[in-house]
């Protein structure tokens, strides 16, 4: 018999929960329970879950609260996350996005992430659908600052691997270098599919593509920082990817639920 469906599935008491800002009565045992029952959609034992919960009490902020789920199958690190106007309906959607994301672990990930385009059983596509961008909300610029800096080493990747490691992740968009050109590349969702962005555009590089894929022809702008930030305040984009200034390297400014930036940049 197959043990393609065989799983450790989480006891809510192991469940680690984190909790920020003002969270509502009940929320930390309704989180264990939601992340919990979520683990039995796993192929593969799950060997830990986190949970980041937290309700900002800014009036700013359309959607206060968010749930962020970071779980281990395996070793294979499967994250979602999930904001919404109130702490039950985040941990509700927080549930849906794992359940799909915890279907395709484990070995199921790994035999889909190595095969060639032709190959690819289009059902992790069909089973994370394109979905909206998170709303940030609303500040005045000068309220405005980047309150998270993250960098780290590029993933080397085909645009089928980055797009299905954007769907794992849960992610709007993911910064990589692209396989085939070594091109700093960004890949996001576009209304037909995936659109992918580099520093220096070579389609006809790319090697075969699975995935409904349009590149832009359209160089990254070279921008220093703050270049960047006044760019994705004028023109209202979810982010900005530019070559650095400095650096050369693509990078990636943008709007965080608070109304705040991010920046994203390659690590060394």
Same mark, same amino acid.
């Given at each position: 018999m197959s043990d393609r469906h065989t799983s450790i599935t989480l006891d809510p008491r192991e469940v680690q929960v984190e909790t920020r800002d003002a969270i509502p009565p009940g929320a930390v045992d309704y989180a264990r329970e939601v992340v919990a029952a979520a683990t039995s959609?796993?192929?593969?034992?799950?060997?830990?879950?986190?949970?980041?919960?937290?309700?900002?009490?800014?009036?700013?902020?359309?959607?206060?609260?968010?749930?962020?789920?970071?779980?281990?199958?395996?070793?294979?690190?499967?994250?979602a996350q999930a904001v919404a106007q109130s702490m039950d309906q985040a941990l509700r959607l927080l549930g849906? *996005?794992?359940r799909v994301?915890?279907? %395709?672990?484990? =070995?199921?990930?790994?035999?889909? @992430?190595? *095969?060639?385009?032709?190959?690819?059983? %289009?059902?992790? =596509?069909?089973?994370?659908?394109? @979905?909206r961008p998170l709303p940030y909300s609303p500040r005045a610029g000068g309220e405005r600052e980047i309150v998270r800096h993250k960098?780290?080493?590029?993933?080397?990747?085909?645009?089928?691997?980055?797009?299905?490691?954007?769907?794992?992740?849960?992610?709007?968009?993911?910064?990589?270098?692209?396989?085939g050109t070594g091109q700093d590349s960004?890949?996001?969702?576009?209304?037909?599919?995936?659109?992918?962005?580099?520093?220096?555009p070579m389609p006809h590089k790319l090697g075969p593509v699975a995935i409904p894929l349009t590149v832009s022809s359209v160089?990254?702008?070279?921008l220093t920082v703050s270049e960047a930030v006044e760019r994705l305040e004028t023109t209202g984009m979810p982010f900005v990817f530019f070559a650095d200034a400095g650096t050369g390297r693509g990078s990636l400014a943008y709007h965080r639920y608070s109304g705040h930036y991010g920046l994203i940049i390659p690590s060394g």
């Open positions: 959609f796993a192929n593969e034992p799950v060997l830990s879950a986190r949970v980041k919960l937290s309700a900002t009490a800014d009036p700013v902020v359309y959607c206060p609260c968010t749930a962020q789920a970071n779980i281990n199958v395996s070793g294979q690190l499967v994250r849906d *996005r794992l994301r915890l279907r %395709h672990t484990g =070995r199921d990930a790994e035999n889909l @992430r190595g *095969r060639r385009p032709e190959d690819v059983d %289009h059902e992790w =596509r069909r089973s994370s659908p394109h @979905r960098a780290y080493e590029l993933t080397l990747a085909t645009p089928d691997e980055a797009a299905f490691d954007m769907e794992q992740f849960d992610y709007d968009f993911y910064l990589f270098t692209e396989a960004v890949i996001y969702h576009s209304r037909d599919g995936y659109r992918l962005a580099q520093i220096a160089p990254a702008p070279v």
